[in-house]
């Protein structure tokens, strides 16, 4: 990865992060005034930055780094999917669902509840020897603006406008509640969450190959000459797919849902054990 | 010719938009080189000399996409080049790649690029960069960016 600073970026125009790509290549705008190209073939990245951007720590934690691994990881051995990660007592728990579902409100609850957050939205899974990790990035919790009905420590934030356009609030987990914040986790469970109008939780047991077809529905359409990318993210998905997983319908709020989770894992592994 | 109707891609599975189709194509005749051009939009095919020999592969092929998505006009081009990859920016407007081993050239082009910008300025542009390219020189005209670099 080359990191150009360049005083010439200072005074480019303004523009929102923008990017394209064709093939192995992706490039595109990040702001403050700084470009950015990765050749996924040859795994190579470079970056030109305004001194700006170079000198803001949120500009790497928020922007450089987190777009750089999405794009590049696959390529690396870093898979990102889309599902939250907490954990709780060394086992990782995922939540899985459709945009907008409520993973983040969900995950914000359960960080109440004393689990660690690794991931609100997406985590990064690699193998090490024949283990799965999850990984986060210690990025800001992205909760949309009908959230502030279940968290009143909102009240005293404003949305802005993040990254894909949504108006959200991004809270520091640290910051928020104290929540604790870990960078990974073995996963041992997957929740898929559903909304319904219907009151109460209900866990049914989801079978591995309806996993494998969330995961690989929901996954960035990767082009055909990054065949070893294509065949890891298989690999993980696959391996993910055989972990107990649950289907979790809820019409409650995210702090009964979190309780309700909370519940069953006990319930769960006094039952297994 | 009439341009061909694009409307605005969305594919939240493809936010590069990688997999935007390109069915025109025609096959052009460049200093004596064959250069393969295919686009979504066939006021992007530029009017250079065609080639009437279908047979054989291209010395160089370019992937034209109007991108309905990225407006705005040419900023000055600013220049990320290495030994196997160009990358030319104008803005949102315009970038494009070039990549010298595999001799494949793609530009997103924004809808705000008109017909006489295009034949003016990108196409001569294009050419000039494919000649380079397949002349063993991709850089040789291009100041590349190489100021307090630092590699992570």
Redesign the interface.
Known sequence: ??????PRLDTA?K?PA??????H?????LPPGS?I?Y?LL?K?V?A?LSTEAASDDSFWNTLLIPITIG?VGTTVGVVPLHCACLERNGNGLLIAGD?GVGKSTLSAALTMRGLALISDDWTYFSKEQSTLVAHGLFSPIKLLPDAVQFFQELRELTPAISLNGEIAYEVDPARFVGSQVKNASRPSWIFFLERTSDPGCHFVSCPPASIREFFEK????L?DELVDAKALRTTIIRTLSVLPSWILRTGESPQRTSEAIDHFILETKYATA | MQPLEFSHYSDPLDLLRRFIQTPMKATYRLDGARVGVETNDCALLPELPLDADLTGPCALEWKLIRDADSPGLLEPPMFLTSATLTVVAMGTACLLGLDHETHKLFAFIGTDIDAPTFREYLVPFLCRMTKDVLSGDPIGCFVSWSHNSAHV
């Open positions: 990865m080359e990191i150009i600073v360049d125009a523009r923008y990017f394209r790509g064709n093939g290549l992706v490039f595109g705008f470009f190209t050749d040859r190579y470079r030109v794009i945009s929901n996954a960035e359409r082009p």
